[in-house]
């Protein structure tokens, strides 16, 4: 069974850093596209940001220069660095995996704060 574990979240003030971790499991298909996306409420679900296999990345606007995504291939492990918080960037985080170009997997979510 795949599982998407996601670490990392929680509570931080205006202008902190945090870094989320995804790590994925189970999977007996190769893993490709990596990335995060995040929800706030009465909000849709939107891009954070993504990573290919070969390390091609991209961010939603909000985040560009702020937010950068990374991972290592041999832990299936995603990561998202995250500086210079705003309390728009408060929303519920979630990790989501493709393997075998056709299979889509989303974690559980973890929440992230940002408030003084």
């Known amino acids: 069974q795949v599982q998407l574990v996601e670490s990392g979240g929680g509570l931080v003030q205006p202008g902190g850093s945090l870094r989320l971790s995804c790590a994925a499991s189970g999977s007996r298909f190769s893993i490709n596209d990596m990335g995060w996306y995040r929800q706030a409420p009465g909000k849709e679900r939107e891009l954070v940001a993504t990573?290919?296999?070969?390390?091609?990345?991209d961010y939603g606007d909000s985040v560009k220069g702020r937010f950068t995504i990374s991972r290592d291939n041999a832990k299936n492990t995603v990561y998202l660095q995250m500086n210079s918080l705003k309390p728009d960037d408060t929303a519920v985080y979630y990790c989501?995996?493709?393997?075998?170009?056709?299979?889509?997997?989303w974690g559980q979510g973890t929440q992230v704060t940002v408030s003084s």
């Open positions: 989501r995996a493709i393997m075998a170009r056709q299979y889509l997997y």
């Open positions: 990573i290919s296999t070969s390390g091609t990345t």
